[in-house]
C-alpha cells in the first residue's frame, strides 16, 4: 500500500488535508465510515473525516442536484410564511419532525400547508426580499457551471420561489411542490396538486436527469440537508449532508459541518488555489 498527501487550503497552517491511499485489497468504504475508530480519531481531534473511492469520476462529476431550504438558502420557506400569519410554532414542530425522519414527508407536509390556507398569492414576491442564499452557494454554482456541469435544484419547498432561484442562480433543473391558488387568484387553499416532490421523488429525479443528460450516477453530485434527502445522497457519486439534521449525518455517505457550501469543492478536490481560479473572470 502507499500514502500520499498535500493540503488543499493552506500549506502552512493546514485545516482541508486530502489523502490518497492504496491498499492491496477491496476496502469498504462503508464499513470505514462507521468503524468506531474512527470516530475517536474525530472526536479526539475535533476533525472530521470523508471517505471516497478514488478514480477518474472522483473529482470529475457532471451533474450538481441541490436541495432548495437550509441548503441553497439559509431559511425554511413554509417557516417564513407561517411567521407571517403566526402559526410558526405549530408548522415548525411540524417541520422538524419531518426533517429528522419522525414524520412521513409527504403527511407532514400536506398538514403544514392545510396551515396556510387564506394567505395571500402575493406572498412569493414579499418572500424574495426575505430570502438570502447560503455563504458560498453562488460560488459554488458559478465555479460547477463554468467546470461544465449541469445543475438543478429538487425541492420540498413550492415552485415559485424554487423557479426564481433556479433564476437567479442559473440552474438548469428545478421540481418544487405546487400549492393551489384559489379561483380568483388571491389567496392560498393550502393545498397542494401535482406530484409531491417527496424523498423518494427527488431519487428519482436525479436518475431521470441524470439519463436525459446521459451522465451516470457515479458523475453526480447531490447536496442536502434533510431526512428528505437521503435517497438522493446515497444514489450519487458524492452524496453530501451539508449542516444536516444529527440523523441525517448519521446516515448520509458523507458530510460537511461548514460555514460555506463552497467548501464542497474540497471534497471534490479542488485546492483554494483552483477554486479561486474558477471564480476569476
Given at each position: 500500500?502507499?500514502?500520499?498527501?498535500?493540503?488543499?487550503d493552506?500549506?502552512?497552517?493546514?485545516?482541508?488535508?486530502e489523502?490518497?491511499?492504496t491498499?492491496?485489497?477491496?476496502?469498504?468504504?462503508?464499513?470505514?465510515?462507521?468503524?468506531?475508530d474512527?470516530?475517536h480519531?474525530?472526536?479526539?481531534?475535533?476533525?472530521?473525516?470523508?471517505?471516497?473511492?478514488?478514480?477518474?469520476?472522483?473529482r470529475h462529476?457532471?451533474?450538481a442536484?441541490?436541495d432548495?431550504d437550509?441548503?441553497l438558502?439559509?431559511?425554511?420557506v413554509?417557516?417564513?410564511?407561517a411567521?407571517?400569519?403566526?402559526?410558526?410554532s405549530e408548522?415548525?414542530?411540524i417541520?422538524?419532525?419531518?426533517?429528522?425522519?419522525?414524520l412521513?414527508?409527504?403527511?407532514?407536509?400536506?398538514q403544514?400547508?392545510g396551515?396556510?390556507?387564506?394567505?395571500?398569492?402575493?406572498?412569493?414576491?414579499e418572500l424574495?426580499s426575505?430570502i438570502?442564499?447560503s455563504p458560498?452557494?453562488?460560488?459554488?454554482?458559478?465555479a460547477?457551471?463554468?467546470?461544465g456541469?449541469?445543475?438543478?435544484?429538487l425541492?420540498?419547498?413550492?415552485?415559485p420561489?424554487?423557479t426564481w432561484?433556479?433564476?437567479e442562480l442559473g440552474?438548469d433543473?428545478?421540481?418544487?411542490?405546487?400549492?393551489?391558488v384559489s379561483?380568483?387568484?388571491?389567496t392560498?387553499?393550502?393545498e397542494?396538486?401535482?406530484d409531491?416532490?417527496?424523498?423518494?421523488?427527488?431519487?428519482?429525479?436525479v436518475?431521470?436527469i441524470?439519463?436525459?443528460e446521459?451522465?451516470?450516477?457515479?458523475q453526480v453530485?447531490?447536496?442536502g440537508d434533510?431526512?428528505?434527502?437521503?435517497?438522493?445522497l446515497?444514489?450519487a457519486?458524492?452524496?453530501?449532508a451539508?449542516n444536516?439534521?444529527?440523523?441525517?449525518q448519521?446516515l448520509?455517505?458523507?458530510?460537511?459541518?461548514?460555514?460555506?457550501?463552497?467548501?464542497?469543492?474540497?471534497?471534490?478536490?479542488?485546492?483554494?488555489?483552483?477554486?479561486?481560479?474558477?471564480?476569476?473572470?
Open positions: 500500500s502507499s500514502t500520499t498527501k498535500r493540503a488543499l493552506s500549506k502552512d497552517s493546514p485545516y482541508v488535508v489523502v490518497i491511499f491498499t492491496p485489497t477491496a476496502v469498504d468504504i462503508e464499513h470505514m465510515r462507521k468503524n468506531e474512527v470516530k480519531f474525530e472526536y479526539a481531534f475535533k476533525i472530521e473525516t470523508v471517505f471516497q473511492l478514488g478514480g477518474a469520476f472522483r462529476k457532471r451533474l442536484v441541490f432548495m437550509s441548503t438558502i439559509q431559511q425554511e413554509i417557516d417564513e410564511i411567521a407571517k400569519i403566526g402559526v410558526q408548522v415548525a414542530a417541520t422538524e419532525r419531518a426533517m429528522n425522519g419522525e412521513d414527508f409527504e403527511g407532514s407536509l400536506r403544514r400547508c396551515l396556510l390556507a387564506g394567505v395571500s398569492s402575493n406572498v412569493w414576491e424574495k426575505v438570502t442564499l458560498g452557494a453562488q460560488d459554488l454554482v458559478r460547477l457551471k463554468r467546470l456541469y449541469k445543475t438543478a435544484v425541492s420540498g419547498g413550492f415552485t420561489l424554487a432561484l433556479a433564476g440552474l433543473y428545478v421540481h418544487a411542490n405546487h400549492l393551489v379561483e380568483d387568484g388571491q392560498l387553499t393550502g397542494l396538486t401535482g409531491i416532490v417527496h424523498a423518494e421523488r427527488k431519487r428519482d429525479l436518475r431521470e441524470a439519463a436525459k446521459g451522465i451516470t450516477l457515479s453530485l447531490t447536496v434533510g431526512a428528505n434527502d437521503l435517497p438522493m446515497g444514489i457519486g458524492l452524496g453530501v451539508f444536516a439534521k444529527p440523523r441525517v448519521e448520509a455517505p458523507t458530510r460537511l459541518n461548514t460555514s460555506s457550501l463552497f467548501d464542497v469543492l474540497y471534497l471534490l478536490g479542488f485546492s483554494r488555489v483552483e477554486r479561486q481560479e474558477l471564480l476569476s473572470s
